[in-house]
């Protein structure tokens, strides 16, 4: 059994606008009720103690911190959208990065599996790849245990898409990982090609004790939330713009930062903390599913579809490649690809009660059944199990 793990992850601050840290607090609980030892250090921010890992501190805190401001300043300085201005931001951070942190943290994690003696496996989570070349060849010359990174942000993260916020894989070397792991079937061949020598894909999972029902009056009728419009501004416009003028005395919700399209006659409100999101989903009779493009084509999963199942939440998503190895389509969720679709089911469902109801059921059982974090768990021990047998 792989028991103890030492994981660097990009933060564990929920605070940061890091889409992907409430996913990873789901999952480390479920490698820690699967019996997994974890010691967790954040590569930006306060480390944060909870009960289902240890800490060390970040190395780097106030180097993390200057940096983040720089960047933001740069990018408000210069357009964002200017390939040269960006080029010169994410070179400027990668010399920072390479000459003052890369060195501490390499001098802490080698004196981490010193100390704790019996670590199985190192997992590097999210963090820039470019900014930490090196130390997994470091710490698999002197301890020869399975180093891997797991990349939950592709294929934004891939170079030709250029990431969130850096290009992480610019310069970087992802030979000197055992494997790379991905929610994305479709990018298994691009990190191939790069040089990767195993790929996994480990799709999301959800904690269902976390993203429960609840029985709330439904007096909203159609809820979207997301982190920016980036990459599903085509598909906002056809599951919302469009749809909220036609049914003009539906109450459509947005709720969301940097959401930059039209939106018709629906309200926006600001991003929410989960548990009060949690409130708005179970208020609503129909929550749409809107992945971004690049995701969508590429069979890469997202933690939304597992989140509003587990809910219990009646799902009407636009088109997604992949939905139908994950849920029955027309059972457990919906799918629709054009406006005229989307206002069809929209009416119809808004009519039946029991249809909606019936649909959340059966998603959340098929949640239970196969897609909890626990489900993800074990697989991420299977894989570094094998690692561990073949190193």
Not at 126 to 146: C, D, E, H, M, Y
Not at 203 to 222: A, C, E, N, R, T
């Amino acid at each position: 059994m792989m028991k103890k793990m030492l994981i660097v992850c990009s933060t564990l601050n929920l605070d940061y606008p890091h889409s992907a840290t409430p996913a990873l607090w789901q999952l480390f609980k479920g490698l820690y009720e699967e019996g997994c030892e974890l010691i967790v250090v954040p590569y930006r921010g306060s480390h944060i103690r909870s009960l289902w890992w240890r800490c060390y501190e970040n190395p780097c805190k106030v180097e993390g911190e200057l940096y983040a401001h720089i960047h933001n300043f740069l990018r408000k300085v210069f357009s964002f959208t200017n390939h040269t201005s960006r080029n010169g931001r994410e070179k400027l951070i990668s010399k920072l990065t390479h000459i003052f942190t890369k060195p501490k943290w390499k001098r802490l994690l080698l004196n981490i599996l010193e100390e704790e003696k019996n670590v199985d496996a190192v997992v590097f989570i999210g963090v820039p790849l470019n900014q930490l070349t090196g130390i997994a060849t470091s710490i698999k010359k002197f301890f020869r245990i399975p180093v891997v990174y797991y990349d939950l942000d592709v294929p934004t993260s891939l170079p030709q898409f250029g990431g969130f916020t850096f290009n992480y894989y610019v310069n970087a070397d992802v030979t000197e990982y055992d494997a790379i792991i991905i929610p994305s079937e479709g990018s298994v061949p691009v990190l191939k090609e790069m040089g990767a020598q195993k790929v996994f894909v480990l799709h999301f999972g959800v904690d269902p004790d976390v993203y429960s029902p609840l029985k709330l009056k439904q007096d909203i009728d159609i809820t979207f939330f997301g982190n920016s419009s980036k990459g599903r501004e085509n598909y906002i416009r056809m599951m919302i713009s469009e749809p909220s003028k036609i049914l003009s005395s539906s109450k459509f919700l947005v709720i969301g930062r940097d959401i930059r399209v039209d939106l018709g006659n629906a309200r926006i409100i600001p991003f929410v903390p989960f548990s009060r999101l949690r409130n708005y989903c179970c208020r609503s009779k129909i929550n749409l599913n809107i992945a971004r493009e690049n995701h969508a084509a590429t069979i890469t999963s997202t933690s939304r579809p597992f989140e509003l199942a587990a809910m219990e939440c009646c799902v009407v998503s636009a088109p997604y490649r992949g939905l139908d190895k994950w849920f029955t389509v027309g059972k457990e969720m919906f799918m629709v690809k054009s406006v005229k679709e989307a206002v069809e089911i929209y009416k119809w469902l808004l009519q039946e009660d029991d249809i909606r109801k019936k649909t959340g059921r059966a998603a959340r059982e098929r949640v239970l059944k196969e897609h909890t974090v626990r489900h993800r768990a074990r697989q991420l021990v299977r894989i570094l199990k094998l690692l561990e047998s073949t190193s």
